[in-house]
Structures are given as structure tokens and as C-alpha cells.
């Protein structure tokens, strides 16, 4: 499968870096200034991430910090080993960070929130940003990750590790759009080996041909796309979901395999007895609302992710839309409404009931609309019934 240009260019990027950075940087002194006096930063070239020995803390590194803006006490809530380590980076940190446009509050936020950021030394955040940019458009959209979530990039120090499963993962058939959802949704599938994602990869191959699919390396790339938690996951834990399933609603194969191609794939990550008492309580609501065992398999089917709801949550939903003349025939076909919070839909009911909307001539798709869609029909209605 041929690859997309970002990743195909990744290993020649890594293995120029190298050479290319050495040229600008001779010697672990060079590092140690960035226009500000040595006692506030204690940087090399070399950056240890060998556990923290219990000690005292650093105090140059805590005056350093405290310079550059950075929240000591979050640091010490977060990562506490990492104020007492002798050798760190901040300084070139921030230097690497500000030439590639991060303000210095950003900065001062990346590292109260990780830390560890600090340990990561020049030579290493140059090879991993080429890896990025071969996935992201630009400087400044890999800035404003960070700034919102600085574990992502900084959570594994194995750029490696990381190039590879870039390169693995992009031969899936996998597009630059689910590279990036999965750098910042969920780093640490590239934290795993290599070998392990394969794992995964091979089981979903293997559960779709056992299902009669036709397309086994299709269909473990429509999974991956749907569920970026599962490469995180057990193959035993997802096995034991995808049996749980077929069990219980005595699914066909081609059933089993249309559910999990399709939305289904978005609970194959959830914790088998959180899946398995969730299903519980919403067998027990539904009966209580004169629901059959047919219904129950119907809304799974059509919105399995109803799964994620809590017990609670779910009941006061449907005791909301009820309460305000909504029936369960409409909620079991268009389920996709008890996504709305119990506020919002309260809050829609009360609108419509206002201009005495008729849910039962009219429907519910009004209330499973954005909240300009909804404010424009009501605005529509109110002057329908003005004329």
C-alpha cells in the first residue's frame, strides 16, 4: 500500500536530523545559553531520564522555573522527581519552543503541566517535530497541541519507537487526518512496540475473516479510524466485548460484523464488566418502560453508544423526554437524542411547548439538532403561529 507523502519522507527527515543539528551544535556548551545568566539554567546536551534519586530540590532549576513563569507548585503536584534533578533543559526547551512561535505563557503551561518536558534535551525535540510535521500541516497547529496538551508529544522519549509506528500505522491505509487524531487523542499507541499494535492489527484481521469479511486489512483500518483507544487496549478485553455481544443479542455473523465496522467499534475499548452492567441497567430501564428484548438489540444496534451512558444519567434522560410527551417508539428511532444533557433537553421541551409544538404529527429530529439549527426553527415557528 503505498504510503502518504509525509510518511514516506519520514525516515530520510530522520536520518539527516542528526548530522544537520550537530552542525549547529558542537558541543553540550553551546547549550547552556539562550541569553540568560547561566544560574538560571542548568542544561546539557545529554539529558538523563533515569529515575530521580530522593534528595532535595534543585534550587538553580527552581529559580530558573520560577523566572521563565512556570507554576512550581503544579510541578510538584505533577512530577515532583523532576524538581530535583541536576541536569535539565528548560532553557533550550523554551528556545526550541519560541522558534517555532510558542509565546512564553505557553510555554510557562507546557511545562507546569508536563514536567518532564524539562529532561528532553535539543537533539531529541528536533527529531521528534520532523516526525510531527510529517503528520501535521504546520508549526503553529503543533503549538497549539501542546499548549492543550503537552503529554501527547512529550509522554514518550523513544523517537524511535515513535517513527516507526508512524510508518506501521501509515501502511494500514490509515490518512494523515487519523495519524493526527491518534498523536493527540491517544499518544500513547505510539508508546506502545511496534509488535504490539501489530497484535492488534492481526486480531481485528482475524475476527472479520472469521465473520466472512472480505476485507480483513479494511476492516482493522475502519476499526482503528472509529476507536483510537483500542490499539491501548487488550486484544483479551476487546475479544471478550465482541463475544459479550454476539452472545447476548444472538447476532448472525454478518450482523456482528456490520456493528463493528460501524458504530460498535466505539465500545470495543470499554471495560467488559462496565459494558456488561451498563447493558444491565438499560435492559432493566427499558423493560420497566414496557420495552421487549427486541428493542433493547434494535437500539444497540442503531446507537451502541448508549453503552457509555451511566445508569443514572440514562434514566433521567428518559424520564425527561417522557415527561415531556416524548414516547419510547419515537426515543428507540431516533436514539441519537440521548446525546443531548438532561439540561439541554429540558431546556428544548420547554421552548417547544411554548408554541405548543406537536411531537407526535411533527416528530423529534428538532430536538437531535445544533443549537443554531434549533434556535432557527423556533424562530420559524414562533412566526408561523403569529400569521
Known sequence: MTLMPGVQGLLGLHRTLVPAFSRFVSSPAQLTSVGLPRG???????????????????????????????????????????????ITNEQGLAHFLHGKG??????????????RAITRSGEHLEQRWAMWRSVFKSD?????????????????????????????LGSLGLNAKDLHRLLTTAPRTFSNSVELNRQMVEFLEDVCAELGGEDPGQFAMVVISRNLYILIRS???????????KATFKMSDPELLAL???????????????????????????????????????????????????S???????????KGGITMRQILEKPKVLEYSTQNITGRLEELHKLRYD???????????????????LERLALSSEE
Open 102 to 115: 510558542a509565546s512564553r505563557k505557553v510555554v510557562a503551561g507546557i511545562i507546569s503541566r508536563y514536567p
Open 40 to 86: 538560571l539554567c542548568t542544561v546539557t546536551a545529554t539529558v538523563s531520564d533515569s529515575k530521580p534519586s530522593v534528595g532535595p530540590e534543585n534550587e538553580s532549576l527552581l529559580e530558573s522555573l520560577t523566572f521563565m513563569g512556570v507554576d512550581v507548585k503544579m510541578v510538584r503536584q505533577r512530577q515532583p522527581g523532576v524538581l530535583r534533578k541536576i
Open 235 to 245: 486484544t483479551k478485553r476487546v475479544k471478550a466485548n465482541i463475544d459479550f455481544l
Open 260 to 310: 463493528l465496522q460501524g458504530a460498535g467499534a466505539e465500545i470495543l475499548d470499554l471495560s467488559n464488566e462496565y459494558l456488561k452492567r451498563n447493558l444491565k441497567m438499560l435492559q432493566e430501564k427499558l423493560a420497566s418502560l414496557g420495552c421487549r428484548k427486541v428493542d433493547v438489540k434494535k437500539l444497540i444496534v442503531c446507537y451502541p453508544t448508549v453503552l457509555f451512558i451511566g
Open 140 to 168: 503553529s497547529e503543533i503549538v497549539s497541541i501542546l499548549d492543550r496538551s503537552p503529554e501527547s508529544f512529550f509522554r514518550s522519549s523513544d523517537n524511535d519507537n515513535l517513527e516507526k509506528n508512524i510508518v506501521f
Open 359 to 377: 411531537f407526535e404529527k411533527n416528530g423529534i429530529n428538532i430536538l437531535d439538532s445544533s443549537r443554531k439549527r434549533f434556535d432557527a426553527k
Open 312 to 322: 443514572d444519567t440514562l434514566s433521567s434522560k428518559l424520564d425527561c423526554l417522557l
